[in-house]
């Protein structure tokens, strides 16, 4: 697929199209399969790289997966399991961060685990240290080589008692993938508590797991003998939802978000009605649209789960310059995740970014140098530009700037998007965008 997109903007965007299973979960609920004995069948699976990056990691792994791309179900057959060569999981894993999520699955069925070096978007540091830890403090021998990292359990992994100075996501999903499955039982302080991973829990319940989750974010997981396969339908993908609304906002259009569910995104839906969208709760999905006049700026701050998804800060920051008055983020997840105003001052908007923490309580990145806060003037007209995507979420940004932009935006990079956003230009289309090829 051409990695070069041409977008002839200024025009609203309207209709109706369908987001399915989250991104940020159904990778994670594949990798769960490997955990069960018998076979498990996931519904409601996009058609994104990473389910076929996952997907071609649990082949070399020996699972058979039988996808139906169609119904958007996956079947996974972890019968025989076994070993795979360490270039194999290199070559497919790409810049993949998944393989890391391998591991405790792997030590409980293999006893051993390799991962390569670790990609990903370039947002912020998003160490392994955590996950490192965890496993070590399970038993598991870490060992570093040339390669990547070889990881083995000498005898069955041990329940232990955990606290993350923060709430990962990441880190949360290796405790519970791992802990399930571990003698004794495992206590979680600091937990992450978003959505995705709560339906992980859910998928890790069917499967036989013993696991309570407290209002004060501590998991306890009672570690079991063994597990059954799973048959789950996948929660929708909220930050496709939440960057479609965006483009609703940005562009003075009316967008249909069929798979978008209210619970999930009460958060968002507060802050688009704060900054002057309208939202429509429907039976099957969500409608997005600007009802007319000006928008309005706000004061916002990105927090994990309950709070504003840091993921759907940068969609958002594209809707606020054409909002009338200042806005103030400040970003408190990933350091760095303010790079893609670049390209938005590029097309016009007013937006400076800052080292202190603006607009809220200090945050941990405070005192460590990092452009962590924006202040958008608007509302600014934008214009076209040529635009080199950054990253996913940065990226689908740029793109809905290009759309609101007056002209022909050139945006390079777009096999960015491809990977986490399923077919996404045939959703440009069914909404009236002007795009192509190049």
Avoid at 263 to 291: A, C, S, W
Wanted: hydrophobic share 40%; proline share 5%.
């Amino acid at each position: 697929m051409n990695d070069l997109l041409y977008v002839n903007g200024g025009t609203p965007l309207n209709g109706t199209i369908t987001v399915r299973g989250a991104k940020n979960f159904v990778s994670k609920a594949m990798v769960a399969s490997l955990l069960g004995e018998g076979p498990s069948v996931l519904r409601n699976v996009p058609q994104i790289r990473d389910v076929g990056v996952v997907t071609g990691l649990l082949e070399l792994h020996g699972v058979k997966v039988v996808a139906d791309e169609v119904a958007g179900t996956l079947h996974l057959d972890p019968t025989d399991v076994e070993s795979a060569h360490v270039a194999d999981i290199d070559a497919h894993a790409g810049s993949s961060r998944i393989p890391i999520l391998f591991c405790g699955p792997l030590l409980h069925r293999l006893g051993e685990a390799f991962i390569p070096d670790l990609g990903g978007c370039r947002i912020g540091d998003r160490p392994i240290n955590y996950h490192l830890d965890i496993l070590r403090q399970f038993g598991a021998v870490v060992d570093k080589r040339e390669q990547g990292i070889h990881i083995r359990a000498p005898r069955r992994l041990q329940g232990t008692k955990i606290s993350l100075p923060y709430p990962s996501v990441g880190a949360t999903e290796q405790l519970l993938l791992t802990a399930v499955r571990a003698e004794g039982i495992t206590e979680l302080s600091g937990a992450a508590i978003e959505p995705e991973i709560m339906d992980l829990i859910a998928v890790l319940q069917k499967m036989g797991a013993i696991i309570s989750v407290d209002t004060d974010r501590v998991i306890r997981i009672e570690g079991v003998d063994k597990l059954m396969g799973y048959q789950h339908t996948a929660l929708g993908d909220r930050i496709e939802a939440a960057s479609w609304g965006s483009a609703a906002l940005a562009t003075g259009g009316d967008i249909t978000v069929k798979g978008a569910t209210q619970p999930e995104m009460m958060t968002f839906l507060n802050t688009f009605r704060k900054v002057g969208g309208e939202f429509e709760v429907q039976e099957d999905g969500i409608r997005f649209y600007h009802p007319g006049g000006d928008l309005n700026a706000i004061v916002l701050e990105t927090a994990v789960h309950p709070g504003f998804m840091t993921d759907w800060q940068q969609p958002l920051v594209v809707a606020l310059t054409q909002a009338k008055g200042l806005s103030i983020v400040h970003e408190t997840v990933y350091e760095n995740r303010f790079g893609f105003t670049d390209a938005l001052r590029g097309m016009g908007a007013t937006i400076q970014v800052y080292k202190e923490c603006l607009g809220g309580l200090p945050c941990r990145f405070g005192q460590r140098n990092f452009h962590h806060s924006a202040v958008v003037s608007g509302p600014t007209p934008l214009s076209a530009a040529d635009i080199e995507v950054p990253d996913l979420r940065g990226g689908f940004s740029h793109l809905i700037a290009a759309l609101a932009a007056k002209g022909t935006s050139t945006v390079r990079g777009i096999g960015l998007i491809d990977r986490g956003y399923e077919y996404f230009q045939d959703k440009l289309d069914a909404l009236g965008a002007d795009v192509s090829r190049g």
